[in-house]
């Protein structure tokens, strides 16, 4: 937006500053008015929408009747269940429709529609002859033919819809017995398959069980060893298995028996070199009778000695004599056990040599018979590994032959199953006995009817909202924010102004109601706040033929009817209209077409002539005139010279009221300059013409100037059906019939 420009000192305030924005919402009354308006529109849409309704139910119903055929096909979980199994596998919500979708999409595809076509039944219906060719046929059954997949429910529609009901019928259920059909064989030659191929592994399976049975009888046949098959078992162990552990066990016992030896021998080595007696020999000496009869003979001793030392004392000569005595049996009894006990330890230590001999020889002959025993362990290591791993293949045969002889008998189940397609029909389709929805003609008339009116009222506010021109005094409102001055009527619609020019209107038809409207006009200027400063009045307009010379001329008529004396300035050098419409009648220089050669405007501006001599009378009382004159070479430099400048103050003076009618706005910049001199300025738009765009830019070059405007006229409004203007011209005409009416009694 232009910045906004100071307000000149002498001048009123006008409509310099930001405009507020447009108000584009529709009110109640101008939506009433538009219907109003429109109404021949609205009647003849809605009455054309009922007769096309009914046209096109009726040419439905005979042409082109529609009727739909329908049925459904449970389609089960998309799961091989296994007839040995009594508990049914769970599927998700999401995998079962999925697979109804699939279901749903072969049924609709080029193939399987072609199959369909191919039927008897399908060829011998009235609706395949229309349809001359394949792929008409295809592509109708592909728009006609539905197979609809619920989310919910574990079903398929399938429905087809025909003129004649008969077809519609005939071609579902031929439709749904073939695919069921065509489902069934596939899943019969998927099994024939799928049993043809066990049958292959179990031929190749039998073959390698029978030569894992050769290859273990060839084991069984070389082995030496029996029980080779009960050898592979957790808790039987071979002959040669125990012999051998037992001999392990016999050659363990002999190590530890030598290595007990000949450390036996070691300590007897040791005891025989004078070495103390071990608790066995000294035993066995206590055990010698010599030693016990001498340690008898000894206690004897003892006993007679303490008895003869009681009676004669420690030196009697027979206590002397058993003492010694008992010494020497004494002497005897240690000698006796020094040699029983050195006989003793060179026994022993011989014995040991002995065994230690005799133990190493069969320990050498029992490691002979290890060694055998462990060839022939070996052996039977070597026969065992090659019969498990035959034993292995044969176990294997065994098993897939068992799985495969089991998989050969599900398949024969499944074959015969009713369920193995997957699919099955839940009844045939019944024939379709009403008339679809969208042939009804409770639906086309009002259907019909509505859009008919729906269509009118969108072309009535269309021609509304399409019509850009200022036509109404809310348009002024809404989107020109300038005080409205007055309105015009189109002069169409007065019968007394018919024949009669539109600038002499006031002045001709002073009854008409064009004429009040410019009075109308005049008063709301003189109240319109400006007051008795305003005697210089510029009267302008965006584009040419809005009709602002008009306005200029009957406002200068309308003031002239109050007694005032009126100075009309023709400012358009380019188009002047005064001397037409006001023709001299008096002497001066004419030109070939007329007019006036040395006086007017331009002639008073460049000196040519003085201030009396460029105003003339109009022929009314009251109203004085000067013409443009001729076209000048600078007119907007002229319009804003001092000698214009001081022309105006010098009538301010002379005249009540001094009106100029400028060239327009957009077109020159004349009206600008004018614009700057007069004390006010008044817009004209053309209600048949102006568009908003350009009266809004109008505006602004009159802001942009700092012009006084002071409002506009409406040029030429309309009389809208149920407007304001209808209303006034029927008042208006009433009101002059009683005038009539009452003159003559007055």
């Not at 102006?690 to 602004?700: D, F, K, N, P, S």
Request: aromatic share 6%.
């Amino acid at each position: 937006m232009a910045e906004e420009k100071p307000i000149a000192p002498n001048r009123r305030a006008g409509l310099v500053g930001p405009r507020p924005p447009a108000d584009t919402v529709l009110s109640p009354k101008e939506i009433v008015g538009i219907l109003r308006r429109h109404v021949l529109l609205i009647v003849a849409l809605t009455v054309a929408g009922i007769v096309v309704g009914g046209l096109a139910c009726a040419g439905l119903r005979r042409y082109l009747p529609k009727y739909t055929a329908r049925t459904y096909i449970e389609v089960l979980p998309p799961v091989q269940t296994d007839p040995m199994a009594i508990i049914t596998p769970l599927v998700s919500r999401d995998i079962r429709y999925g697979h109804r979708l699939s279901v749903a999409q072969h049924m609709k595809q080029q193939i399987t529609l072609q199959d369909l076509l191919a039927r008897d039944v399908v060829t011998g219906t009235d609706w395949y002859d229309r349809a001359d060719t394949l792929e008409k046929r295809v592509r109708y059954l592909t728009k006609h033919l539905g197979a609809y997949a619920h989310r919910d429910a574990d079903y398929i529609e399938v429905s087809m819809t025909c003129r004649d009901p008969d077809e519609a019928k005939d071609i579902v259920n031929e439709m749904v017995a073939m695919f069921i059909s065509s489902q069934g064989l596939t899943k019969q030659q998927e099994v024939l398959l799928k049993k043809a191929e066990l049958e292959k592994q179990r031929v190749i399976v039998e073959r390698g069980l029978h030569d894992a049975e050769n290859s273990l009888d060839e084991i069984r046949r070389i082995s030496e060893m029996s029980g080779l098959e009960r050898s592979i078992g957790r808790y039987f162990k071979n002959t040669v298995t125990l012999i051998l552990d037992q001999l392990e066990l016999a050659k363990n016992d002999l190590e530890l028996a030598i290595k007990q030896f000949e450390a036996d021998i070691k300590v007897l080595e040791e005891l025989a070199q004078e070495g103390p007696l071990p608790v066995q020999i000294e035993h066995m000496i206590e055990l010698d009778p010599i030693m016990v009869a001498l340690a008898q003979q000894i206690a004897f001793t003892d006993a007679r000695i303490e008895s003869m030392l009681t009676k004669f004392g420690e030196n009697h000569r027979e206590v002397r004599q058993l003492q010694e005595y008992r010494e020497e049996i004494k002497a005897g009894r240690d000698a006796r056990a020094d040699a029983i006990g050195e006989q003793t330890r060179n026994a022993n230590l011989e014995n040991a040599v002995d065994r230690v001999v005799i133990l190493k020889e069969r320990y050498d002959e029992l490691e002979r018979m290890r060694a055998e025993a462990e060839a022939k362990q070996r052996d039977l290591d070597n026969d065992l590994v090659q019969y498990q791993r035959g034993a292995k293949i044969r176990d294997e045969r065994v098993a897939m032959l068992d799985e495969i002889k089991k998989q050969m008998e599900k398949l024969n189940i499944i074959a015969g199953d009713p369920e193995t397609p997957k699919v099955r029909a839940l009844g045939a389709a019944l024939k379709p006995l009403r008339m679809p929805f969208s042939r009804q003609w409770w639906v086309w008339f009002p259907g019909g009817t509505v859009l008919g009116f729906l269509l009118s009222i969108g072309l009535a506010f269309l021609i509304e909202l399409a019509d850009d021109k200022v036509r109404t005094p809310r348009d002024v409102s809404k989107y020109l924010h300038i005080p409205l001055l007055g309105v015009v009527p189109d002069a169409s619609e007065d019968r007394q102004v018919r024949g009669i020019d539109l600038c002499r209107v006031v002045s001709q038809a002073p009854y008409s109601i064009l004429s009040e409207s410019y009075r109308q006009c005049r008063t709301n200027l003189k109240l319109s706040g400006t007051g008795e400063s305003v005697k210089v009045l510029l009267v302008t307009s965006g584009s040419p033929g809005d009709g602002k010379t008009s306005v200029a001329v009957n406002l200068a008529t309308a003031f002239v009817a109050e007694d005032k004396k009126v100075l009309l300035i023709d400012a358009n050098f380019r188009q002047p209209t005064s001397e037409r419409l006001f023709p001299k009648g008096q002497t001066g220089d004419l030109d070939e077409g007329g007019l006036s050669v040395g006086f007017g405007l331009s002639g008073l501006l460049v000196g040519q002539c003085g201030t009396q001599e460029a105003i003339r009378s109009s022929g009314i009382e009251g109203l004085d005139i000067i013409d443009a004159g001729l076209l000048p070479p600078n007119p907007a430099e002229l319009l804003g010279s001092v000698r214009m400048d001081e022309l105006l103050k010098e009538q301010r003076n002379n005249y009540d009221y001094v009106i100029i009618d400028s060239p327009p706005v957009l077109l020159i910049s004349d009206a600008k300059v004018l614009a700057k001199l007069a004390d006010a300025t008044v817009l004209v738009f053309n209600a048949l013409a102006t568009r908003r765009g350009a009266a809004q830019r109008t505006i602004r070059e009159m802001q942009n100037v700092d012009a006084n405007v002071v409002g506009c006229v409406l040029l030429g409004a309309p009389v809208l059906k149920g407007g304001y203007f209808q209303e006034q011209f029927k008042s208006y005409t009433r009101y002059q019939e009683k005038l009539q009416l009452a003159g003559p009694s007055m």
